[in-house]
C-alpha cells in the first residue's frame, strides 16, 4: 500500500446519486474498506441520496464495514442532499464532497451538520481556489511585471491576479449587499 497509510485518504466505492449501487459496492468491497480503515487511511465514504435517509445510509456503512472509524462523505449539492437530510446525521467526521463555494444553500447544511455534531472534524474537497488552478496556471504566462512584487514567483502573482479580479470582486459585491 504506502510506508505511511495515515497520511492517505480514500473515496469508498459510491455510484453518483444511486444508493442501491453504492450499497451492493460497498457489499463487495466492505473487506478492503475495512482493510483501510485499520491501517490508519483516512476513507471517505460517500452518503448518496435516495430512499434512505442520510443517517439511514450512515448507519448502513456503520453495520457494512464493521467500523465507524471513517469520514462521512457530504455532497455540496443542496439537490443531491438536503439540509433536512443532513440533520438526520450524527457522525465525528464529515468531508464536503465537490465544488465548495459557501453560500446560502450550503449555510444551512452545515449549519444542520453542526447542530447535531459541534465537535465533529469538518473538510472539503475543491474550495473556490482550487476551482481555479486552469484559470491561474493560464494568467502564469501573461505575468511580465517582476518589479512589482519582486519576491514572488510568476505562480503567485497569477493567483494575486486571479484573486484581485474574482474574489475581492465577489467580496466587494457581498460588502454592498449588507451595506445596502
Known amino acids: 500500500m504506502t510506508d505511511r497509510p495515515q497520511g492517505l485518504t480514500i473515496v469508498a466505492p459510491d455510484v453518483i446519486g444511486d444508493q442501491i449501487e453504492t450499497l451492493h459496492l460497498w457489499q463487495r468491497y466492505s473487506l478492503r474498506v475495512q482493510t483501510w480503515i ?5 476513507v471517505i465514504v460517500p452518503l448518496q441520496c435516495g430512499n434512505l435517509s442520510a ?4 448507519e448502513l456503512a456503520k453495520r457494512i464495514f464493521q467500523r465507524d472509524r471513517f469520514t462521512a462523505g457530504i455532497p455540496s449539492n443542496l439537490d443531491a442532499m438536503s439540509p ?11 468531508h464536503i464532497l465537490g ?3 459557501i453560500n446560502e444553500e450550503l449555510q444551512l447544511k452545515l449549519d444542520s451538520l453542526l447542530a447535531n455534531n459541534p465537535s465533529a472534524r469538518y473538510t472539503a474537497d475543491a474550495n473556490w481556489m482550487r476551482s481555479r488552478i486552469s484559470k491561474i496556471a493560464k494568467a502564469v504566462p501573461q505575468i511580465h511585471d517582476p518589479l512589482k512584487h519582486r519576491f514572488a514567483s510568476r505562480r503567485t502573482r497569477a493567483v494575486r491576479a486571479v484573486l484581485q479580479e474574482e ?14
Not at 443517517?55 to 450512515?58: D, F, K, N, Q, R
Open 38 to 42: 485499520d491501517a490508519s487511511v483516512r
Open 55 to 58: 443517517g439511514e445510509m450512515l
Open 84 to 94: 433536512n437530510d443532513c440533520a438526520t446525521l450524527f457522525h465525528h467526521d464529515f
Open 99 to 101: 465544488r465548495v463555494a
Open 167 to 180: 474574489a475581492y470582486s465577489y467580496f466587494e459585491r457581498f460588502l454592498n449587499s449588507v451595506v445596502q
